[in-house]
């Protein structure tokens, strides 16, 4: 059983910065992949990242690609998502999930995933 407590979230201006904290308690945080996802009101749930679990490999939707940094310290049982140039479409509820699964095509899936956390919403003004 994996428990995962999001923090960072809040409000901040188009362009600026966020950084999300990913919280998993747990002897085995390094052995699962970590993600992100988010989702905006009346929207699905959408994929954002994926670090592998020894971090070698990470995985962005399009939309975030060069603006936001996915990184994990397994020491640390901590994923983070590093959100910079912030834009109003980028306003959700971002939530934190493990997958045990080692088949790197299915990271964008929310239900290959095993664990979830809470979430924690973030605002961009305009």
């Known amino acids: 059983q994996v428990q995962l407590v999001e923090s960072g979230g809040g409000l901040v201006q188009a362009g600026g910065s966020l950084r999300l904290s990913c919280a998993a308690s747990g002897r085995t945080f390094s052995s699962y992949a970590m993600g992100w996802f988010r989702q905006a009101p009346g929207k699905e749930r959408e994929f954002v990242s994926t670090?592998?679990?020894?971090?070698?490999?990470?995985y962005y939707t399009d939309s975030v690609k060069g603006r936001f940094t996915i990184s994990r310290d397994n020491a640390k049982n901590t994923v983070y998502l590093q959100m910079n140039s912030l834009k109003p479409e980028d306003m959700a509820v971002y939530y934190c999930?493990?997958?045990?699964?080692?088949?790197?095509?299915?990271?964008?899936?929310?239900?290959?995933?095993?664990?979830w956390g809470q979430g924690t919403q973030v605002t961009v003004s305009s």
């Open positions: 999930a493990a997958s045990r699964n080692r088949y790197t095509g299915s990271y964008y899936y929310a239900r290959e995933y095993d664990y």
């Open positions: 670090i592998t679990w020894s971090g070698g490999s990470t």
